[in-house]
C-alpha cells in the first residue's frame, strides 16, 4: 500500500464551486505539505503543517485552505475555485531526520481542471 | 526568500550521451536533495548530500554538492530512455524547511 494518498486522483470542476483534495499519509510522520505544480514548472508550495495544531502559508496561499484533521491526514479546500487554479496538486510529508535532512516523500497527485 | 536556480530548464539527448544539471543558490542549505518526477506521478527521492564537496554515486548517476553548499550538481553517464524525466533539486535550512528549484526536464532519445 502507498505511505501517501491522495483522493480523489482526477477532478473536474466549474468555476465558482467549493471543492476540498485530501492527504491520507501512514508514515507516522508529522510534517504535511501541499504543493502544486504547473506544466513545465517546479513546485510551489501553497500550506504546510508541522503537527497538529501548526499551519503556516506558502508563497502561494490566496485562494486556498487547509486543515489539519489528524496527524495523518491534511487537506487542502478550494473554496471558490478558478481556472486558473488548473494544476496538479501534490501532498507531501516529511519527518526531520538528523543534521536537517528533510526527506519529503509525495503521493501521487490529484489532477485538477476548473472550467 | 531562498531561490534555487536549475539548468538548463530543457535538455533532449541521445541515448549513451553524458549530461550535466545544474542547481544553484547564493544561500547556504544544510542539506540538499534531489528527486526525479516521471510523467503522471509524484517526485521521488534519489539522493541527499550533506557535507561541502560530498561526491555520491547512483549507478550511473553521479552528485555533487558545491565546498560551499550553495550549488549541487548531476551528472548521468551514457543516458537511457529510462533516465527521460523532470529532475528537482530541493534545499533544506536550519529552520527545517525544504526550497525546490523548477526543475530540468530531460528527455532521452533511443
Known amino acids: 500500500d502507498a505511505d501517501v494518498t491522495q483522493t480523489p486522483r482526477n477532478r473536474i470542476t466549474k468555476t465558482g464551486k467549493r471543492i476540498m483534495l485530501e492527504c491520507s499519509q501512514t508514515?507516522?510522520?508529522?510534517?504535511m505539505y501541499w504543493y502544486r505544480q504547473d506544466p513545465g514548472l517546479g513546485l510551489r508550495l501553497i500550506y504546510y503543517?508541522?503537527?497538529?495544531?501548526?499551519?503556516n502559508k506558502g508563497e502561494i496561499s490566496d485562494g486556498y485552505s487547509v486543515s489539519r484533521q489528524a496527524q495523518a491526514k491534511f487537506s487542502l479546500s478550494l473554496e471558490s475555485a478558478i481556472p486558473n487554479q488548473t494544476a496538479l496538486y501534490f501532498c507531501?510529508?516529511?519527518?526531520?531526520?538528523?543534521?536537517?535532512?528533510?526527506?519529503?516523500?509525495f503521493g501521487p497527485g490529484t489532477r485538477l481542471l476548473v472550467l | 526568500t531562498q531561490l534555487l536556480e536549475q539548468s538548463p530548464q530543457f535538455l533532449s539527448i541521445q541515448e549513451g550521451e553524458n549530461l550535466t544539471v545544474y542547481c544553484n543558490s547564493s544561500?547556504?542549505?544544510?542539506?540538499l536533495q534531489w528527486y526525479r518526477q516521471e510523467p503522471g506521478e509524484g517526485p521521488v527521492l534519489l539522493v541527499t548530500v550533506v557535507t561541502g564537496g560530498e561526491v555520491k554515486k547512483l549507478k550511473r548517476l553521479t552528485f555533487q554538492f558545491g565546498d560551499a553548499r550553495k550549488d549541487s550538481s548531476l551528472h548521468i553517464t551514457a543516458a537511457q530512455t529510462g533516465d527521460t524525466g523532470l529532475y528537482l533539486c530541493a534545499g533544506a535550512t536550519q529552520a527545517g524547511k525544504s526550497t525546490f528549484g523548477d526543475g530540468t526536464t530531460l528527455t532521452v532519445k533511443p
Open positions: 507531501a510529508t516529511s519527518d526531520l531526520g538528523t543534521g536537517f535532512q528533510e526527506t519529503q516523500y
Open positions: 508514515k507516522g510522520h508529522d510534517r
Open positions: 544561500s547556504v542549505f544544510s542539506s
Open positions: 503543517s508541522f503537527d497538529v495544531k501548526d499551519i
